[in-house]
C-alpha cells in the first residue's frame, strides 16, 4: 500500500510540473484577452473556430513558456519567485522540459495556420521566436528586453481579432498597443521591488540603469501612454456601452498611483509603492477588458 500511495504521488508531481512548464496564470490571462479579441471583432464566430483559436493559442503560449524555463533555469534558481520551479529543484530533467516545448510549438502553429488562418498562424509562430530567441537571451544584456518581450506579450488580443477577421485592422493594432504598454508598466514595478533579485540573478533592469527616479518617471510615461491608447478604443467605436467610462476611470487610479511614486525618495515607501501599482495592474487589465466585452 505504501508504495502504491509513493507512485500516486510521483505521477502527482510530475503532472504538476508539466503544467508548472506553461506557467499556467499567465496562460489563464493569455487565454482571457485572446478572448476579449475574439468577442469585440465583428462578424459571427463558430463553436469551432473559437475552439481551434484557444487550443492554438493555449499550445502556443505553453511552448514558449516551457522553451523559456529551459532556457533560463540557471537564472530561475537564483531568484526566489522561480526558485521552486520544476528544472532549478531537479524534479524534471531539461531535456523533458525542451521536448514539451518543442512538441506543444509544433503542434499549435500548425493549429492556428490550418484551424484557424495563415495570418493568426504567422502572428503565434513570430510569438514564439520573439519570446524565446530574442526576448530570453536579451534579458541578460540589455534593459530594451523590455520593449522586445512586450511584443510577444500583446499579440493575445491581436491574435483574437485576426482570428476572428483574418486581417490586422485599427481595432486589432489597437488592442495590441494596449496590451504593449500595460506592460511596461507592470514589469518596471517588479524590478523595482525584485531589484535585488534581478542583480543576484544577472538580469538587466531599468532601477540598475537609470536607478529608482528615472523608473518612476518612465512608468509614468508609459501609464499616460497607456490610458490614451485605452481611449483610442473609445474613438473606433469597439467597447461595450460601459467601457468608455471604465477606460477614463480605471485609467485616472492608475496614473494617479503611477504619479504618486515621484513624491516617494525613502527605499521602503518605494517599495510599498511598487508592491501596490504593481497589484493595480492586475486588476486593472482584466477589468478593462471586461468592460470592452460588455454589451
Not at 500511495?5 to 510521483?10: G, K, T
Not at 493568426?120 to 530574442?134: K, N, P, Q, R
Request: charged content about 15%; aromatic content about 10%; glycine content about 10%.
Amino acid at each position: 500500500m505504501k508504495s502504491t500511495a509513493m507512485a500516486d504521488n510521483s505521477v502527482s508531481v510530475r503532472l504538476k510540473d508539466v503544467v508548472a512548464l506553461a506557467k499556467p496564470q499567465i496562460t489563464f490571462m493569455v487565454l482571457c484577452t485572446t478572448l476579449g479579441g475574439l468577442w469585440i471583432a465583428p462578424g459571427h464566430l463558430g463553436v469551432a473556430l473559437v475552439a481551434a483559436t484557444l487550443a492554438g493559442v493555449t499550445l502556443v503560449v505553453a511552448g514558449a513558456n516551457a522553451l523559456n524555463m529551459y532556457l533560463e533555469r540557471d537564472v530561475d534558481g537564483l531568484m526566489t519567485r522561480t526558485q521552486n520551479r520544476p528544472l532549478p529543484t531537479g524534479r524534471m530533467a531539461p531535456e523533458t522540459a525542451l521536448a514539451f516545448g518543442l512538441l506543444w510549438s509544433a503542434l499549435g502553429v500548425p493549429l492556428l495556420t490550418f484551424a484557424v488562418n495563415p495570418l493568426t498562424g504567422f502572428l503565434g509562430a513570430l510569438s514564439i521566436v520573439l519570446y524565446v530567441l530574442a526576448y530570453t537571451p536579451l534579458k541578460r544584456k540589455t534593459t530594451a528586453a523590455l520593449l522586445v518581450g512586450a511584443i510577444p506579450g500583446a499579440m493575445p488580443p491581436l491574435l483574437g481579432w485576426t482570428a476572428a477577421t483574418g486581417s490586422l485592422d485599427k481595432p486589432g493594432l489597437a488592442l495590441f498597443l494596449v496590451m504593449f504598454l500595460w506592460q511596461l508598466p507592470h514589469f518596471i514595478a517588479i524590478s523595482l521591488f525584485r531589484a535585488s533579485e534581478y542583480k543576484r540573478a544577472g538580469l538587466k533592469v531599468l532601477p540598475a540603469e537609470c536607478g529608482v527616479h528615472g523608473s518612476k518617471q518612465r512608468i509614468v510615461l508609459y501609464t499616460l501612454l497607456l490610458v490614451a491608447a485605452s481611449l483610442q478604443i473609445v474613438r473606433l467605436g469597439v467597447g461595450g456601452r460601459f467601457y468608455p467610462s471604465a477606460a477614463y476611470f480605471l485609467g485616472a487610479i492608475f496614473l494617479g498611483m503611477a504619479g504618486w511614486g515621484l513624491r516617494t525618495r525613502e527605499p521602503a515607501r518605494d517599495h510599498r509603492w511598487a508592491k501596490r501599482l504593481f497589484f493595480y495592474s492586475l486588476i486593472y487589465l482584466p477589468l478593462l477588458f471586461v468592460a470592452m466585452v460588455i454589451r
